[in-house]
Nanobody
């Protein structure tokens, strides 16, 4: 019904930058918010950053001032610009979209498959 395709992960040195992208497609009638979560080994999945359809943003305290979330002009794409990366940012990053789908008109959360981000020297 809904597909989220992520790209942009990889290996980067501390202090470096990466940009993640996620494109949503499928039977979507409305997108309410899109964002990024991450999960490090042995830890729970946590919100990194999200942006609403009205462009309101929300960030985890640990990434404020270093990461920026934005959406594409079509609102079906979300980006995460990650600067000043730290080893503790190492995790699998998951794209999330809160959408309403057809024909059921149900609203729910959908997830991408995840992309690995490794920050190491």
């Amino acid at each position: 019904q809904v597909q989220l395709v992520e790209s942009g992960g990889g290996l980067v040195q501390p202090g470096g930058s990466l940009r993640l992208s996620c494109a949503a497609s499928g039977s979507i009638v409305s997108i309410y918010a899109m964002g990024w979560y991450r999960q490090a080994p042995g830890k729970q999945r946590e919100l990194v950053a999200a942006i609403s359809s009205g462009s309101t943003t929300n960030y985890a305290d640990s990434v404020k001032g270093r990461f920026m979330v934005s959406s594409g002009n079509d609102k079906n794409t979300v980006y995460l610009q990650m600067d000043s990366l730290k080893p503790e940012d190492t995790a699998v990053y998951y794209c999330n979209a809160n959408v309403r789908v057809v024909p059921s008109l149900r609203r729910g959360d959908y997830w991408g498959q995840g992309t690995q981000v490794t920050v190491s020297s």
